[in-house]
């Protein structure tokens, strides 16, 4: 079926450094994906947010790539800090399904 | 003002035992959706709430677990029979309307099921 995933499950950068945290999904009727941050025993946490008209969005320090072609979906995170250190989970959606579907997550440890 | 809040934050139960698990979502959010994460793992659409609409329980994964909500307020989950394979967090979100994507999340509830 549909799902959403991850190409790492881990990731380590140095601090100061520029992070990458990839998302592949296969469903091509997605209308909507999202990056969440989610730290140890809290609930997750909006970072960025892409329609699927759009290519590229940019936020504060992050900045979400959409290549519709290859379904590919990207987290670039800039300057890492220590306080980046977290799961990153994308998630998508069709604008007519509640079903907003989640990646497995992919661990950031920024090292000092 | 307040987030999202969950209660009770951990729960253990014995196999066999019903538990209850409570959300209050952000005042004025009309939309409310409940999510399981097992240990290392994505979350997973349970049920979603809009309004006074029908739920969307497309996720619910046995006739076990149901929620209810009265109005745009508390919602509770509840798992009857509780299994060990329940053990995870469940997490809940609200966001402003049905087209506002942009979900908050509360800190979630960790059931253990022994």
């Known amino acids: 079926g549909e799902s959403v995933g991850l190409h790492l499950p881990t990731l380590s950068v140095q601090e100061g450094d520029n992070s990458i945290i990839n998302c592949a999904y296969s469903n091509s009727a997605s209308d909507y994906f999202i990056w969440y941050k989610q730290e140890s025993g809290k609930g997750p946490q909006f970072i960025i947010d892409?329609?699927?008209?759009?290519d590229k969005r940019q936020g504060q320090r992050v900045t979400v790539l959409l290549n519709k072609t290859v379904k590919h979906l990207s987290l670039q995170i800039a300057a890492t800090q220590p306080g980046d250190s977290a799961v990153y989970f994308c998630a998508e959606r069709e604008d007519n399904n509640n079903d907003m579907r989640f990646g497995a997550g992919t661990r950031l440890t920024v090292k000092p | 003002g307040a987030g999202v809040s969950q209660s009770p934050s951990n729960k253990v139960t014995e196999k066999g035992k019903d538990v209850e698990l409570r959300c209050d979502p952000i005042s004025g959010h009309t939309a409310l959706y409940w999510y399981r994460q097992r240990l290392g793992q994505g979350l997973e659409f349970l049920i979603y709430?809009?309004?006074?609409?029908?739920?969307?329980k497309s996720g619910l994964p046995s006739d076990r677990f149901s929620a209810e909500r009265t109005g745009e307020s508390v919602s509770t989950l509840t798992i009857q029979r509780t299994q060990q394979e329940d053990s995870a967090v469940y997490l809940c979100?609200?966001?402003?309307?049905?087209?506002?994507?942009?979900?908050?999340f509360g800190p979630g509830t960790r059931l253990t099921v022994t």
């Open positions: 892409i329609r699927s008209n759009m």
């Open positions: 709430f809009q309004g006074n609409s029908a739920p969307d």
């Open positions: 979100a609200s966001s402003s309307t049905e087209l506002d994507y942009e979900q908050y």
